[in-house]
């Protein structure tokens, strides 16, 4: 079982730019697809953007043009740059990491990003 742990979370105002880091305890190439998904109270969790072994990347519609997937395989790790930030993005963001389906395989334990003034 591969740990996954997220960083970078935090409080940031509407228009504002942070780079979520997700390490992973093996390597990404064991994995078809990395992601980041997000949780917002009261809602179901979402696919924000993945990225798979070849390096195709996809993203939620309501993201496309600001957040940015991208990897490090020399330190097995995943970022997810967000840009323009919008109040709507305030959720808890989760690493993922699958062989399968999306929405199945490991994940990491969450982190917190609130956009507001």
């Known amino acids: 079982q591969v740990q996954l742990v997220e960083s970078g979370g935090g409080l940031v105002q509407p228009g504002g730019s942070l780079r979520l880091s997700c390490a992973a305890s093996a390597s990404i190439f064991n994995f078809y697809a990395m992601g980041w998904y997000r949780q917002a109270p009261g809602k179901q969790r979402e696919l924000v953007a993945d990225?798979?072994?070849?390096?195709?990347?996809s993203y939620v519609e309501s993201v496309k043009g600001r957040f940015t997937i991208s990897r490090d395989t020399a330190k097995n790790t995943v970022y997810l740059q967000m840009n323009s930030l919008k109040p709507e993005d305030t959720a808890v963001y989760y690493c993922?990491?699958?062989?399968?389906?999306?929405?199945?395989?490991?994940w990491g334990q969450g982190t917190q990003l609130t956009v507001s003034s």
């Open positions: 990225i798979t072994l070849v390096g195709s990347t």
């Open positions: 993922n990491a699958r062989s399968g389906v999306r929405g199945s395989g490991s």
